[in-house]
């Protein structure tokens, strides 16, 4: 069975910094990938998602994921952060049994 | 109107009662699944349908049961209600023709047991 590994559990950044969120999976065969975000208060929503093609993904208010398949990892990237970014990010992953599997979230705080 | 919807939005129950939460979605999606948030485990998987009247256990399951008589329906029952199971409860669901099959979600069901 697959599982999802997220390396930081709170993340604190000023407005204007770089972020990125680690992600690992624990899966050999071919997955699909995805990043959720959870404002405060509101249910997941897609931030981007990788299934095939580019390894490179861009997702919705300039993020942005990369899928290294040696690494079996799959990182968020935003270049520059705004205080709306505050929110919860989940990593995701299905397999060959549709499961749809989370990392345990990692808490991004942005301060104005 | 269109999408996933579950109810209730929030529900107080006692230790030892049965509850019942709700998931309706539109889409036709063949899959649908139930997760629990708590803080410090993100999302974890209670139980999922691949299609009407096929379910499987997730990670989670004990102390929970489903039923998917319609395609449309996953109603998820607390069979004896513990305080351990307060918790936000998310259904989700997705389809063949979702690319990746991606899963959408509702807005959740905030349970406190008593």
């Known amino acids: 069975a697959q599982s999802v590994s997220q390396h930081n559990h709170h993340v604190i950044l000023s407005e204007a910094a770089s972020l990125e969120l680690g992600c690992n999976y624990s899966?050999?065969?071919?997955?699909?990938l995805f990043w959720y975000v959870q404002y405060p208060g509101q249910h997941l929503q897609l931030l981007l998602k990788?299934?095939?093609?580019?390894?490179l993904v861009k997702g919705i208010k300039g993020f942005e994921a990369e899928f290294i398949k040696s690494k079996f990892s799959f990182n968020l990237r935003k270049p520059s952060v705004q205080w709306s970014d505050t929110a919860e990010y989940f990593c995701?992953?299905?397999?060959?049994?549709?499961?749809?599997?989370f990392g345990a979230g990692t808490t991004v705080t942005v301060r104005a | 109107d269109a999408g996933i919807t579950q109810s209730p939005r929030y529900k107080i129950t006692e230790t030892g009662r049965q509850v019942t939460l709700m998931c309706h979605q539109t889409?036709?999606?063949?899959?649908m699944f139930w997760y629990r948030q708590d803080l410090g485990h993100g999302l974890r998987l209670i139980y999922y349908?691949?299609?009407?009247?096929?379910?499987d256990k997730g990670e989670v399951p004990d102390g929970y049961v489903v039923s998917r008589s319609k395609t449309e329906n996953f109603p998820l029952t607390l069979e004896s209600a513990t305080r351990s199971q307060t918790s936000v409860y998310f259904c989700?669901?997705?389809?063949?023709?979702?690319?990746?099959?991606?899963?959408?979600f509702g807005q959740g069901t905030r349970l406190t047991v008593v």
């Open positions: 349908s691949a299609a009407a009247d096929i379910t």
């Open positions: 990788y299934f095939s093609g580019d390894p």
């Open positions: 889409w036709s999606h063949s899959y």
């Open positions: 995701a992953v299905n397999a060959y049994d549709y499961k749809l599997s």
């Open positions: 899966y050999g065969g071919t997955v699909n």
């Open positions: 989700a669901s997705s389809g063949h023709l979702e690319p990746g099959l991606e899963a959408f």
